[in-house]
Every structure is written in structure tokens, then in C-alpha cells.
């Protein structure tokens, strides 16, 4: 149908698409997702081969600076405000390799990634302002050589999206709530300091935006209301939020499923380890059907080493899967090498598994994490969708060693569950998502 294949704006443009209508989706019996962090797509498959990556943005417009004007060379990697030292003073006003100078075992600064800040950064699609409002400088240039990785051979086997977009603008927070809701949450009675902007007082740069906008919606990082939270952000936490998410469309038709999270069970214990566990990466935690006591997170919100017993004794018809933090690749915590270990672990799990055979995995990220990426996000409502990111699909029924130019954000992957075991989407983003069927070739068995 020609009509899968145009950017679905509305509705009435992308009526809902039926299991009927996509012959041999129903093969589909596991549909698993590993979400990880914070990495936009030229920074990790800017190199990919036949991908529209780097050698394709030679001539997308330079780094600007307050003034408009492109730098000559720049702005120097700053780790905090000092400058780092492990790079160049002068890095050319272009794409860099990260690799020269950071090896992909060790952890390398944050960079900023704030709603309104990641709009000024992509400046109505010139994506000119990431190096000026950066708090890591002219690292947001910079990318990663993966190639021999397990990321980059899991790409080459099976199919890799190149044109897949965060779906909304900024962090994590958001667009963890966007992976299962679509939607932005509420918080209508939020104090006044959460709605300012901050300023350092000596540079006069914004270096935070609001986490709450002014007509009361949640857009950057705060903790949930129930427990486990972080503690040293006890104050201000989101209150309980009523949408409807998709455990609860799958719920509803009595599909099985899962949120497995690396560290969860010593976050709810109140242990303090070194695994960086972040708890506003938790979006189920954030609802009240989800609250502590109830029989829906007893039975659907899992510490991940359930992930591995569970593929073994009844694995979830739809399962999440989130790496504790020293595991996700977020800058700062986490390393490139880490990550690829996580995510070879669970692949190859999978692909040993008695579940392999009628499985589709997805790997891909929460947002771009302050990272530049030379394609404009296409505009489609106030939250997004936001910068491009990598997102690889893996399974028998994947199309091989395929790049897949179909353009998607992080709702395609709730059509495609809602396609598949036939929900009702959760917003309108959703409904007019399209719903990864590229990456697939059902025929073949």
C-alpha cells in the first residue's frame, strides 16, 4: 500500500493500519525493545555504509555563534568549566572522531540536552547551534568509529533505520514517557522556580530551561512521585500521572508483557550500588496503575537479570528491556564499550533462546543527548519529534544487511505493537506513526 509509505501527519492522511492489512506480521509473537541513551544517529552511523550519514552532511551549514556567525574553529570540549584536556585546543568547525583522543572503554563528558535549548540547537532545521549551546563545547561535533563493534555488525546483518527520530524534543525523561505513552505528562500546579530559565551570571549563556512550561506540562528531567526516587531530588516530584499507556492498551487484550530494568531491585531495596541507576528513566513507575503494592508493577515491572531466566520458562509477548545507567552509553556514566557489551548479552540471548524464531528486536535510543546530527527532524506538533538517532531491527523476519530510509520516530515502535495485537493507539502521534514495517520481509519464510 502506497500509503504506508507517506509521512502520516493526521488521521485522515494515515488511517489505522490492520494485522489484516500487513500480511504475515502475525509471525510476530515477541516484539522487545532495548532502549539506550542519549547518542544521535551521525555520532554512532555517521560512517555506516550506504546510510545518509556523514559523507552526505559535508555541506550542511557550519556551527554558528551568538552571533550568527560560523566559528572558525570550535568551541574547546569543555568537562564542567574546565576545558578537557584530552582534546585539541582547536578542532576544525566540522565533524571530529571522538576515538583520536577518548577511547570507546572510557567515559567522556554530558553534553546538554534540554527541550528548549535542543530547539534553539536545531534552529529551525540548520541544526547550526549545537557547539553554542553546548555545555561540552565543540564536543557535540564529535562522533564514534563503530565499525567491528556489536552494534555496527548487528546493523550490517539485519536492518538499520537511518531515518528515525527521537520523539520528543530534549532528555530522557520525556522521551522515556513518549516510548510508552506518546504523550507529555501534566503537571499543572508546579511551582514557579520549575516554569525559569537559568542564566549563568557571568557568560550571560542559558545553561538550564524550564523543566515544566508555562501551561504546565513535564518536560525535563524530575523525579517520579512514587517510589524509588532519587533522594537528593525528593522535593518537586511529578505528581502521579492518569494517561493511558501502552501496558495498559496490551493489558486490556490480555497480551503479556514487561518492563525489565537493570537495577531495579536494589533501587526499590533503597541500596546504594555503583551501577548509576537512574530512576526518571523508569516511566511505568511514574503512573498510579503502576504504584507501589500494586498487582500491576508486581507483575510487570522486573529487574532485568529476570530477563535471561524468563527467555527460558515464559518470556512476554512485549518486553522493554532499559540497562542500569553504567550500561546505557549516556555520557558521563556510561561508556561506548560498556553498552555494546549489554547489548551483545541480550541479542545473543535472544538468538539462543526457544522465543528466536518468531522475535523482532529493536535497539535504539531515548534521544540524541546533545550530540549533532546533520538531518532536519521533520516538524509535526510542539514536542517533536527531535534530532535523529539510530534505531537497528533484528530478526528472522528482518530484511539483511538493509538500510531502511523510511521515516520513523520512537512512536513507530507503539504502531507497530499496536498494529500487531491490535490496540488502540494512545495519541494522535501514535495513530499516524509509521510502523517500522520496512525493516521487514515476512515473504522470505
Not at 13 to 32: M, N, R, T
Request: glycine share 8%; charged share 20%; hydrophobic share 40%.
Amino acid at each position: 500500500m502506497i500509503i504506508l509509505r507517506l509521512v502520516c501527519l493526521s488521521l485522515l492522511l494515515c488511517p489505522a493500519i490492520s494485522l489484516a492489512q500487513v500480511k504475515g506480521l502475525d509471525k510476530l509473537e515477541h516484539i522487545i525493545v532495548i532502549y539506550l541513551e542519549n547518542r544521535s544517529f551521525d555520532s554512532l552511523f555517521g560512517l555506516f555504509p550506504g546510510a545518509n550519514g556523514l559523507t552526505k552532511a559535508r555541506h550542511a551549514p557550519p556551527q554558528v555563534d551568538a552571533n550568527g556567525w560560523p566559528y572558525q574553529n570550535l568551541p574547546p570540549v569543555l568537562d564542567g568549566k574546565n576545558r578537557d584536556l584530552r582534546f585539541p585546543n582547536e578542532l576544525a568547525n566540522q565533524p571530529f572522531d571522538i576515538g583520536q583522543y577518548v577511547a570507546p572503554d572510557a567515559k567522556h563528558v554530558d553534553l546538554t540536552h534540554r527541550f528548549f535549548i535542543h530547539q534553539m540547537q536545531i534552529n529551525a532545521g540548520r541544526n547550526d547551534r549545537f557547539a553554542q549551546l553546548s555545555s561540552a563545547g565543540g564536543l557535540t561535533l564529535g562522533y564514534f568509529d563503530l565499525s567491528g563493534s556489536a552494534l555496527w555488525n548487528y546493523a550490517k546483518e539485519y536492518t538499520l533505520a537511518d531515518n528515525f527520530f527521537q520523539a520528543a524534543f530534549g532528555g530522557s525523561f520525556l522521551n522515556h514517557q513518549w516510548l510508552i505513552c506518546a504523550c507529555t505528562p501534566e503537571f499543572k500546579e508546579a511551582p514557579p522556580e520549575m516554569r525559569q530559565w537559568k542564566i549563568d551570571a557571568v557568560t550571560g549563556r542559558q545553561v538550564s530551561d524550564p523543566s515544566v512550561t508555562s501551561d504546565g506540562y513535564a518536560v525535563g528531567t524530575i523525579q517520579p512521585f512514587y517510589p524509588p526516587f532519587a533522594a537528593d531530588h525528593a522535593d518537586n516530584r511529578l505528581p502521579p500521572q492518569y494517561h493511558a499507556t501502552i501496558g495498559d492498551r496490551l493489558s486490556e487484550k490480555n497480551i503479556t508483557w514487561a518492563w525489565y530494568s537493570g537495577g531495579w531491585d536494589n533501587a526499590v531495596a533503597g541500596l546504594e550500588t555503583k551501577d548509576e541507576f537512574q530512576y526518571h528513566h523508569q516511566p511505568f513507575g511514574f503512573y498510579a496503575n503502576y504504584a507501589p503494592g500494586t498487582a500491576a508493577r508486581n507483575e510487570h515491572i522486573r529487574d532485568g537479570s529476570r530477563f535471561f531466566n524468563d527467555l527460558q520458562h515464559g518470556f512476554p509477548q512485549v518486553a522493554f528491556f532499559k540497562p542500569v545507567g553504567r550500561k546505557n552509553q549516556h555520557p558521563g556514566y556510561s561508556t561506548i564499550l560498556a553498552a555494546d557489551q549489554e547489548v551483545k548479552e541480550l541479542v545473543e540471548a535472544v538468538r539462543h533462546s526457544p522465543i528466536w524464531s518468531n522475535s523482532a528486536i529493536i535497539i535504539t535510543y531515548d534521544e540524541y543527548g546533545g550530540f549533532w546530527d546533520h538531518v532536519a527532524p521533520p516538524r509535526i506538533d510542539r514536542w517533536g519529534p527531535g534530532t535523529r538517532i539510530p534505531a537497528i531491527i533484528i530478526s528472522p523476519y528482518a530484511k539483511r544487511a538493509h538500510v531502511d530510509h523510511t521515516q520513523y520516530d520512537t512512536t513507530s515502535i507503539l504502531k507497530l505493537i499496536e498494529t500487531r495485537f491490535g490496540l488502540e493507539p494512545l495519541s494522535d502521534r501514535d495513530a499516524g506513526a509509521q510502523p517500522l514495517l520496512g525493516a521487514f520481509e515476512f515473504k522470505r519464510r
